[in-house]
């Protein structure tokens, strides 16, 4: 299963038989059942999580008790509240599994002894993060310049397998549009 | 001049005055006025700038010529189109001056020589890309989850310095309201 683990880094740094059993290491499996949270608002964030298999909702819930998706996560995709895993605050987010899922647990000390103890991971994780900020920075745009039935398209051509996966409401949720207005625009 | 981007990595890495001099010899330093553009749509992007003084704002275009701002930059901010920058691809997004401004540059090579010649610096790039993500996907939040008047109050609380730099016509297109919804707004 950590096998999964090593394709992914390696389609950004190749590695060793060596290094990657030092990278296994920092890394636990965990699994969870559909429904079930991974994290919890008011949690520890205790790991970065690695998707080997199922699919994840990161949610934002408002004031008024409104859920939002903030993302979706499936296989090959990182997913915590990263803002509580990178200060080690309580989460304001919570993740949970729309799917079975198996995941690859990474504490915050273990992603701090592999950026430091191999160069070549924190050269991964700075991919990572540059990638994923260009990827808010580019729905950022899309909502500047979009209407909601463009956002819709371009979430179905950017993410064309996790479309067929996840139920429309939340799809609605995650474009900031009501149920009534997504069928509007998949019908 | 560089004094102030070694303050600047000081406060995530610690440095030596040696490895500040092997910092130093990967950045120049360019001078703009207000109102000249740094990068323009196709441009080919060859830097990433630091902000030594001044005031910028990175805007998309849409198709039918409206421009949307996207980020503004000021003092000890980081600013480039960087998707066309990290894929060397022609630039989708222009950088205007807003005021007179003086910017360190670092090309990617030079970015990517820093990387592998000091392990500090990449912790250091791993540090601003992983908020830069959770900037984003602060952002991203509040979209979701505020109406244009709480996005602006919140906004001025985040940044009050620059709000009072950048004209009532930019903050509006920073959040993608008309200029007469600000007016109200900020009434």
């Given at each position: 299963?950590?096998?999964?683990?090593?394709?992914h880094?390696?389609?950004i740094?190749?590695?060793?038989?060596?290094?990657?059993?030092?990278i296994?290491?920092?890394?636990?499996?965990?699994?969870?059942?559909k429904?079930q949270f991974?994290?919890?608002?008011?949690?520890t964030?205790?790991?970065?999580y690695?998707?080997?298999s199922?699919l994840?909702?990161?949610?934002?819930?408002?004031?008024?008790?409104?859920?939002?998706?903030v993302?979706?996560?499936?296989?090959?995709?990182?997913e915590?509240?990263?803002y509580a895993?990178?200060?080690?605050?309580e989460a304001?987010?919570?993740?949970?599994?729309?799917?079975d899922t198996e995941?690859?647990?990474?504490?915050?000390e273990?992603y701090?002894?592999l950026?430091n103890?191999?160069?070549?991971?924190?050269?991964?994780?700075?991919?990572?993060?540059?990638f994923g900020?260009?990827?808010?920075?580019?729905?950022?745009?899309?909502?500047?310049?979009s209407?909601?039935?463009?956002?819709?398209e371009q979430?179905?051509k950017?993410?064309p397998?996790?479309?067929?996966?996840?139920?429309?409401?939340?799809?609605?949720s995650?474009?900031?549009?009501?149920?009534?207005?997504?069928?509007?625009l998949?019908a």
């Amino acid at each position: 299963m950590h096998e999964k683990l090593r394709q992914h880094i390696e389609k950004i740094v190749p590695l060793t038989d060596d290094e990657f059993a030092f990278i296994s290491t920092h890394f636990t499996t965990k699994k969870f059942k559909k429904h079930q949270f991974m994290i919890q608002e008011g949690d520890t964030v205790r790991y970065s999580y690695f998707v080997i298999s199922g699919l994840l909702k990161l949610v934002h819930t408002d004031k008024g008790g409104k859920p939002h998706i903030v993302s979706f996560a499936m296989e090959d995709w990182w997913e915590s509240d990263y803002y509580a895993f990178f200060t080690q605050t309580e989460a304001t987010l919570s993740l949970e599994c729309l799917e079975d899922t198996e995941v690859l647990c990474c504490t915050l000390e273990d992603y701090n002894k592999l950026c430091n103890g191999l160069q070549k991971m924190q050269r991964f994780f700075l991919e990572k993060a540059n990638f994923g900020f260009l990827g808010s920075q580019r729905r950022i745009i899309s909502w500047l310049t979009s209407n909601s039935k463009e956002r819709y398209e371009q979430l179905i051509k950017q993410y064309p397998s996790l479309m067929q996966r996840v139920p429309k409401s939340l799809i609605a949720s995650y474009l900031g549009v009501s149920r009534e207005t997504l069928s509007r625009l998949s019908a």
